[in-house]
């Protein structure tokens, strides 16, 4: 795959590294995995299950979204869909995981240097543009 840019971020990132990472985006600390409710409908399809089924076992509301639950590991919490250091459900994981690490919150003007050091710890993927 090939290097990914996007206007507005001042890095760039390689897909290729998500192999070798083992999913550090999936696990850490507590947090919010939202989903939208035809994410939830394609998923729950994709498994085989009911919406309802699905909801109760994997997905809590969050005001008036809805989340992944998280589960105990070794790094501190991990998404309910993680598994032996992958996503279980990556072909239909949600827009939020398919959009990391290209979030609102990383772009140019909201990183400082030191949220950039974190993320670049989060993320092996993830270079400096101007490195
Ligand atoms: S849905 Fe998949 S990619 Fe998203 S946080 Fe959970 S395990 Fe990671």
């Not at 409908?41 to 992944?68: C, H, N, P, T």
Request: charged residues 30%; proline residues 4%.
């Amino acid at each position: 795959m090939s290097i990914v840019r996007k206007e507005g971020f001042g890095f760039s990132f390689d897909p290729d590294k998500c192999v070798v990472c083992g999913g550090k985006c999936c696990t850490g600390s507590e947090g919010y995995i939202f989903v939208k409710i035809d994410e939830i409908l394609d998923i729950a399809q994709m498994l085989g299950m009911e919406f309802e089924e699905f909801s109760s076992k994997f997905v809590r509301k969050v005001g008036y979204r809805f989340s992944f639950l998280e589960k105990p590991c070794s790094d501190g919490v991990a998404c309910v869909f993680y598994h032996q250091g992958k996503c279980s459900i990556y072909a239909k994981r949600p827009k939020q995981c398919r959009d990391f690490p290209f979030w609102e919150g990383y772009k140019l003007e909201n990183l400082s240097p030191e949220d950039f050091a974190i993320l670049q710890q989060e993320c092996i993927g993830v270079r400096c543009e101007s490195e």
